[in-house]
């Protein structure tokens, strides 16, 4: 009876600490402009409260995937988030920005927890539970985002940044007491016991770095200019002999023997194309919001309000996952996904055409947490059913990581397009607006057409007896 009653708690349990994702990541871009000012520096270096928490991040995650194959599971998550929690204390805490910085580098920890938290799913819910499972905690970053930014609105507009500093704290507290409650205790005896592939882990971590950061940066040092370019051959190099690496050790960071299977190959390259897309539409979808409206295209919300633009992503996500569950023993997983980056397509077309209105804001929004919810269910449930158990948490890691380097290149790209259509006023012009939409519905596009003619192929290929 404890152990059916455990059970029906764990899962969530684990959305909940998964939430602290969600939670973190909306003290991002709606906070840039109040903490500019705050801290007493320019917009531009402001941006790097983003840009570490990133780097740190796309390193963190896939170690904290191979180490949640092992049998340490627990231990692992609970470490994890006590080190968020100090970071997001140093952050409310900090007299300046340089000591801000370190404490959204230790958050940058939170983009390891979902992976952590599946891997858990997987070894410890019931058989006929675990795919559904493992959806739920998938999507559950999109739909508290929904939920994180009206709040951490709420927050910066009654009061100031470091309250929503301090509720993040004060949330991840929330999410250790019921971890260390709910969750079981280790060692699971079923984890791996392989060897850490040390050499991996910093080879990767180095590569990801430097990749992330020549594209976060290249807006400032200029695309074409040495620094950004040497940093892109330096990434490639790292990588290479990474990949290298990693096709030759028996027990690597990330399997990437995985890759040979289709399901694999599709759910990882889709997380890359739909990452840009989203984020190409969050800060495009929050900077309309909060601009005036002698821009021509801002609603000219106040921070407390803007963060609600956000909601009806949460709304759809949550909706979009829940529909998931009924329709998965009809439809295939393969066939949801490009379902689900086919609502994203129409979500990114319409809002490349009519965003100047605050409807439209949110109608976007709304299609955007439907798309990312289906897809985002389909992706890690794929991948779950197409590798071991023991490789579970480095896979699903891995395609969290292309995710987390897919909204790099969007943020990056977003940025760039509106740094060459600043208008006098110091805001961006409509064109520069309208252009960064069209990128964003471009990639859609081309996301759903991959996917469209991988689905086609693969129903006309004969079945063999």
């Known amino acids: 009876m404890a152990e059916q009653k455990t059970q029906s708690r764990l899962v969530p349990a684990l959305v909940y600490a998964a939430l602290s994702t969600a939670i973190v990541s909306s003290l991002g871009m709606l906070l840039v402009p109040s903490i500019a000012t705050e801290m007493h520096v320019s917009v531009s270096t402001a941006q790097w409260m983003l840009t570490l928490n990133l780097l740190v991040g796309a390193i963190a995650t896939p170690v904290m995937g191979r180490l949640s194959d092992g049998r340490h599971k627990k231990r692992l998550l609970m470490w ?25 580098a230790l958050q940058g920890l939170t983009y390891g927890i979902v992976p952590v938290t599946i891997s858990l799913a997987r070894r410890y819910v019931a058989a006929d539970k675990v795919q559904f499972s493992i959806s739920s905690l ?29 509720f993040a704290a004060l949330f991840v507290v929330s999410a250790l007491i019921v971890v260390a409650r709910i969750v079981p205790d280790g060692p699971d005896e079923q984890g791996s ?20 950061l020549a594209v976060s940066e290249g807006p400032n040092w200029g695309w074409g200019s ?5 940093a892109f051959i330096l990434a490639a190099l790292v990588l290479a002999l990474w990949v290298r690496g990693a096709l030759r050790k028996q027990y690597p960071l990330v399997n990437l023997r995985v890759f040979r299977n289709a399901e694999v190959l599709l759910a990882n390259a889709t997380a890359i194309g739909l990452g840009a897309a989203l984020y190409i539409g969050f800060s495009m979808a ?61 979500s990114g077309t319409m809002l490349w055409f009519a965003h100047t209105r605050l409807w439209e ?49 969007g943020t990056a790209v977003s940025a760039a397009v509106l740094a060459a259509h ?15 939409f069209q990128i964003g519905a471009i990639l859609c596009m081309a996301v759903f057409a991959s996917l469209l003619v991988h689905f086609v192929a693969t129903r006309m290929r004969p079945k063999v007896a």
């Open 80 to 104: 994890s988030l006590v080190i968020i929690l100090i970071g997001s204390i140093i952050a409310a805490m900090a007299p300046n920005f340089t000591i801000f910085l370190i404490g959204r």
């Open 138 to 166: 998938s999507v559950t970053v999109s739909t508290g985002i929904g939920v994180g930014y009206p709040l951490t609105g709420i927050l910066a507009g009654l009061f100031d940044f470091r309250f929503a500093f301090w």
């Open 193 to 212: 016991s392989d060897p850490f592939d040390y050499v991996g882990a910093g080879s990767l971590g180095l590569g990801l770095g430097v990749l992330l």
């Open 226 to 230: 040495t620094l950004t370019i040497g």
């Open 286 to 346: 929050s900077l309309v919001a909060q601009a005036p409206t002698s821009t021509g295209y801002g609603i000219a919300l106040p921070v407390f309000w803007a963060g609600f633009v956000m909601l009806p992503l949460s709304v759809g996500s949550f909706a979009a996952n829940r529909l998931v569950r009924r329709l998965a023993h009809r439809i295939g997983l393969a066939t949801l996904l490009p379902i689900g980056a086919g609502i994203v397509m129409v």
């Open 361 to 409: 804001v949110l109608l976007g929004m709304l299609l955007f947490g439907l798309g990312m919810g289906a897809s985002y269910a389909a992706m890690p449930a794929l991948i779950a059913r197409s590798v071991a158990t023991e490789e579970l948490g480095s896979s699903v890691s891995f395609n969290q990581v292309l995710r987390t380097v897919g909204s790099s290149f």
């Open 422 to 436: 600043m208008g006098p006023d110091q805001h961006s012009s409509g064109a520069g607006i309208s252009l960064s």
